[in-house]
């Protein structure tokens, strides 16, 4: 066992396929290097506590809107053979919580990872997101995993649940994305209920809403395999009028999407689960990029990151 030890996990931002890769689609999601999260844990003489901007304490008296991080602590304690050594974990997130970035999946990662490094413990990509998933089935209900699959990537990543998990490699050097967050919580387990009953009641209105949403992401495949991003972007904003018919936008998101494209971007949708949370937009270059975040922000976004393409690296045997 280690001193100290740190793991380390990403904000995700889905491109394309949010929900419909609930219903076995395709989707195509990153990493974004800039919002991450560290979890630090450190051997100290008695207790088991935790530090982090959520909650402060010891781990048995953690808050109940904590369970799955709490349920995850005490699997992994108990996996190994960790229930009487006395530490102290520190969780530091950038990410802004209930925002569609995936706050609850990088600090599942980030915890796991910690844990297998204090312990000395090898540890294998299924392993990991097997064991994400005992906090994210808790907090979200049954997510797709991809949430975890991005978080613990340096890559982008192509995802069918339960399928594939493969990372990819493209070459868009000049464009990036525009993340901007609107400040207003969306909780995905209701609106992946909210897209559910849509199916359930409204069949013939939201199955096509669906299928269609799989179809863009093929087609955003092939597009990033041709390096094309003006269809990237028309696709992009396909796919938020069919996630806005599916109820998951919101006025506010909208907003941001229209005020995106007046200022040169080449798309735009939400992101995530929606019914708040965070806009991407698609730019051409650097200074589109820091036009659309200016106007975004203008138009109220509480923050906005940059994301560029061209940093992503392959990074091998990375569990
Ligand atoms: C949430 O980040 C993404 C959703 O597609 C749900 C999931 O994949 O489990 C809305």
């Known amino acids: 066992m280690k001193e100290k030890a740190t793991g380390k996990s990403y904000a995700k931002i889905i491109w394309f396929g949010e929900h419909s890769v609930v219903y ?23 207790g088991q506590n935790i530090h982090c901007r959520y909650f402060d304490g010891p781990v048995d008296q953690m808050a109940e809107n904590l369970r799955g991080i709490k349920t995850l602590i005490d699997h992994l304690t108990n996996l190994l053979g960790a229930k009487d050594v ?42 990991l997101l097997k064991l994400a998933e005992i906090e994210e089935k808790i907090t979200h209900g049954n997510p797709s995993g991809l949430d975890s699959a991005t978080a613990s990537s340096s890559m982008p990543i192509w995802f069918i649940k339960n399928e594939i998990n493969e990372q990819i490699d493209f070459n868009l050097p000049t464009s990036s994305l525009v993340i901007a967050d609107s400040g207003i919580k969306g909780k995905t387990s209701e609106a992946v209920s909210l ?60 907003t941001f999407c229209q005020v995106a494209c007046q200022n040169h971007a ?54």
């Open 24 to 46: 076995g689609k395709p989707a195509i999601a990153i990493p974004i290097y800039s919002v991450d999260v560290t979890a630090t844990i450190r051997r100290i003489n008695a």
């Open 86 to 127: 006395a530490f102290d974990l520190t969780i530091e997130s950038k990410l802004p919580s209930e925002r569609g970035m995936g706050s609850s999946a990088a600090t599942a990662i980030a915890v796991i990872r910690a844990f297998f490094a204090f312990f000395e413990v090898s540890l294998t990509r299924d392993m």
């Open 195 to 254: 897209v559910h009953s849509n199916l359930v009641d409204q069949p013939e209105m939201a199955d096509p809403l669906i299928q269609q949403l799989g179809t863009i992401a093929e087609t955003a495949r092939q597009a990033l395999a041709e390096a094309d991003d003006e269809t990237l972007g028309k696709l992009m904003t396909q796919s938020q009028q069919n996630l806005a018919q599916l109820g998951v936008s919101n006025h506010t998101l909208d």
């Open 266 to 319: 080449l798309g735009a949708k939400l992101t995530g689960s929606g019914l708040g949370g965070c806009v991407i937009a698609l730019a051409k270059n650097q200074a589109d990029a820091q036009q659309i975040s200016t106007a975004l922000r203008k138009a109220g976004a509480t923050q906005t990151w940059i994301q560029s393409f061209k940093n992503y690296q392959f990074s091998t045997g990375e569990a």
